[in-house]
């Protein structure tokens, strides 16, 4: 299925068969490829990238498929990164985390930096802690590997 070029996303860059390799849902997934284009919310004289995913019904285009500009997509592999670090050595606290001091780390980007915690307001925090691990741990091999081609790539391109 080809993804559409009429809407206000113009794909550049595409991966038409993302749903063979959708993490869990590989051949089965709503989420049918992956662009890489002019945004959609572009003016006049001012032109973003965005990353899209594209998600089909089985009948039409979804209105839940997503558009991120680059610099967000790269935030969230930095926050994936930095969780799947966190996790390595979690066992360490009793609840998987310090209730007391539930900053992970600030991490510096453009003058500031990002902060990743432990969504301590969450009231169920603790149970969603635990099934959060698991899932990470049962995920573990097809994070693993996306991390390792994604390392590999980055050191290719000299970073």
């Not at 992970?104 to 990002?114: E, K």
Request: charged share 30%; hydrophobic share 35%.
């Amino acid at each position: 299925m080809n993804i559409p070029t009429s809407l206000k996303h113009k794909p550049v860059i595409v991966s038409e068969d993302y749903e063979n390799i959708d993490g869990r849902n590989a051949y089965q997934s709503d989420a049918k490829g992956l662009s890489l284009g002019l945004a959609q919310w572009n003016d006049r004289g001012k032109v973003d990238i965005s990353a899209k995913v594209w998600r089909h019904t089985g009948e039409k285009w979804s209105r839940q498929s997503e558009e991120l500009p680059l610099h967000r997509v790269l935030d969230l592999a930095i926050l994936v990164c930095r969780t799947k670090q966190y996790f390595r050595d979690a066992y360490r606290y009793e609840k998987l985390y310090d209730a007391e001091a539930p900053l992970i780390d600030r991490i510096g980007l453009q003058g500031d930096a990002m902060s990743v915690s432990i969504c301590t307001d969450n009231e169920k925090i603790d149970e969603d802690i635990l099934l959060f691990n698991q899932a990470l741990s049962e995920d573990d091999e097809l994070i693993g590997e996306r991390l390792k081609t994604l390392s590999a790539i980055l050191k290719e391109m000299g970073y």
